[in-house]
């Protein structure tokens, strides 16, 4: 049999060459999409410690806020790392008259250990964490009104930082005048 001279096949070389260029090109677009990734993951992350970070200030606030500045009501104890306080009876918080029922009030502690920030009902002594991947948190009060200041910033497996500052949130009770 006789071959013509116009077909002809691929070389080796040619081969090999495709092959190789290919695989760079697939190569780049893999780092490109797992780059996107981590990104994307970061991301979360530093949305759930924020979310987290609101959460636990929105939920510590709002009890705060049910306290009382009369000292035999109130009673409040702010330390470095802790603010304790009274809260009218949660199973009854309202008397007859539209008064709070300081009658079985409960004593409730927040406080940060390690970096989670808990609440302890010191009357059940029933604990529940409300926040992680807190760093600090400070209170402070001026009159009838506590500042709680809250930092959030989770630490990788790698020891990276997320976010690379810690969030600050900042928010203010003002206590009941009863």
């Known amino acids: 049999m006789r071959q013509e001279g116009n077909q002809r096949g691929f070389t080796l070389v040619e081969l090999l060459m495709v092959v190789g260029i290919s695989s760079m090109i697939a190569y780049v677009i893999f780092v490109s999409m797992l780059a996107g990734d981590v990104q994307a993951k970061t991301a979360d992350i530093k949305m759930a410690v924020q979310d987290s970070a609101r959460e636990s200030l929105y939920k510590m606030v709002q009890e705060l806020r049910s306290s009382s500045s009369n000292a035999v009501n109130g009673n409040i104890v702010i330390g470095a790392n802790t603010v304790t306080f009274n809260i009218p009876n949660p199973a009854s918080p309202f008397a007859a008259d539209f008064t709070e029922n300081w009658n079985g009030s409960h004593r409730i502690q927040y406080s940060l250990i390690g970096n989670q920030l808990t609440r302890t009902n010191r009357t059940t002594q029933a604990v529940t964490v ?8 400070t209170f402070a009060r001026n009159a009838e009104i506590v500042t709680v200041t809250l930092n959030a910033q989770r630490q990788m497996i790698s020891g990276r930082l997320l976010p690379l ?3 600050q949130l900042q928010a203010q009770a003002e206590l009941r005048n009863s």
């Open 130 to 137: 409300i926040g992680n991947d807190i760093t600090s948190v």
């Open 165 to 167: 500052t810690p969030l």
